[in-house]
């Protein structure tokens, strides 16, 4: 079986109990993205400032981000990020070894209370896909975020079949801390592969937002096709959909933010 790690903060729980009787904590409200920053392709200088304007504005609680990149002189772009935005913050999970020089993988950013993280190496190994967790709580209520990004080719089901019983076997369903399963599945909601999260999940873009939905989260300007492989999915009868659509969408004075476009939710804990 795959390695996990866990860490528990006793600094965190100290601050959660600091924080829990403010009213922004006591909301049982969160808004969630998920969004492929398409590492440091293109002119990364260029679109920087256009992912961290659109991720300002949705406002988010919690960002899974895809395709984080750091290298010699490119800092990590996911700690980067969070710097831009303030008060977030970063649970960065790759494969390549922390003393490498250059790392490649996924994050979850989050301005709410972290209980814990963890992360989990995919299988089959060698394609070297992670999932990423963070417990959060929401309103002093725990909420388990699981960030992916699974296996790229659309003759791959398999293999994201593979991988996906591997994530939904590191998160617990039903428990008292619902899951929201978010990231770059490489595959539409409805691909045969995704059975097993549909068994325990609802897709909040395919159900808050049928028009948006229907558009591609690749950008094909970019010559990829046309089709919806980001997704949010959020566990069943645990949460409201309040709201849901799209962001980074457009282009800017030419330039688009990333390859792919980001999917946001408007959420409230049942």
């Known amino acids: 079986m795959p390695n996990r790690r866990r860490l528990l903060g006793l600094a965190a729980a100290m601050a959660l109990a600091a924080c829990a009787t403010t009213p922004a904590q006591r909301s049982t409200e969160l808004t969630v993205v998920t969004f492929n920053i398409w590492h440091d392709m293109g002119d990364w200088p260029a679109r920087r400032p256009l992912v961290i304007e659109a991720l300002r504005a949705t406002n988010a609680d919690v960002i899974a981000l895809q395709e984080v990149l750091q290298d010699e002189g490119l800092p990590n772009q996911a700690e980067d990020i969070a710097r831009a935005l303030g008060g977030y913050s970063v649970h960065f999970v790759s494969v390549d070894p922390p003393e490498q020089a250059r790392r490649y993988g996924n994050a979850i950013l989050t301005r709410l209370p972290v209980l814990e993280t963890g992360d989990l190496r995919l ?17 002093g209520r725990p909420v388990v975020i699981a960030a992916t990004h699974l296996h790229h080719t659309p003759e791959g089901g398999a293999m994201r079949a593979s991988q996906i019983s591997d994530a939904l076997g590191a998160v617990d369903t039903g428990t008292d801390a619902p899951v929201i399963l978010l990231g770059d599945f490489n595959a539409a909601a409805d691909a045969a592969e995704f059975s097993p999260v549909r068994q325990a999940f609802v897709d909040a873009l395919g159900t808050a937002n049928p028009p948006a939905a229907a558009r591609s989260t690749l950008v094909t300007d970019h010559g990829h096709r046309s089709e919806r492989i980001d997704h949010i999915f959020v566990e069943t009868d645990r949460f409201d959909i309040l709201s849901a659509g799209l962001a980074a969408d457009r282009a800017v004075s030419g330039i688009w933010p990333s390859d792919h476009v980001a999917v946001v939710t408007r959420l409230r804990l049942r």
Do not use: F, N, Y
Not at 123 to 139: K, N
């Open 123 to 139: 299988r089959p190994l060698e394609d070297s896909r992670t999932l990423a967790t963070a417990r959060i709580s929401v309103g």
